[in-house]
């Protein structure tokens, strides 16, 4: 069973920066696919990033470039470093793993972003 747990979350004001980090379990982390998703108060969860197992790393057009995810296999974890943050950015944030038997979804983690 895989467990996904989010942190990194908080309180920052607009123009500033943040990093989440999402710790997985088990073995099977270096072979899937991960992404950050994010839901906003009465939006649609959105797909902000996707990483490949190999590193290969995609950002969502409606991010601007201002999203990096990264990953480090040796220690299970999944990043995303979100610049000049804005009070759109505001949002639950949840990591995804992707794998041939379905998704695992963490508990997400709470970015609110003040103007």
Not at 30 to 57: C, F, Y
Not at 91 to 111: E, F, I, N, R
Request: aromatic share 6%.
């Amino acid at each position: 069973q895989v467990q996904l747990v989010e942190s990194g979350g908080g309180l920052v004001q607009a123009g500033g920066s943040l990093r989440l980090s999402c710790a997985a379990s088990g073995s099977i982390f270096r072979l899937n696919l991960m992404a950050w998703h994010r839901q906003a108060p009465g939006k649609q969860r959105e797909l902000v990033a996707v990483i490949t197992s190999g590193g290969t790393a995609n950002d969502a057009d409606s991010v601007n470039g201002r999203f990096t995810i990264s990953r480090d296999n040796a220690k299970n974890t999944v990043n995303l470093q979100i610049n000049s943050l804005k009070p759109d950015d505001t949002a639950v944030y949840y990591c995804k793993m992707v794998t041939s038997g379905g998704d695992y979804w963490g508990q997400g983690t709470q970015v609110t972003v003040s103007s």
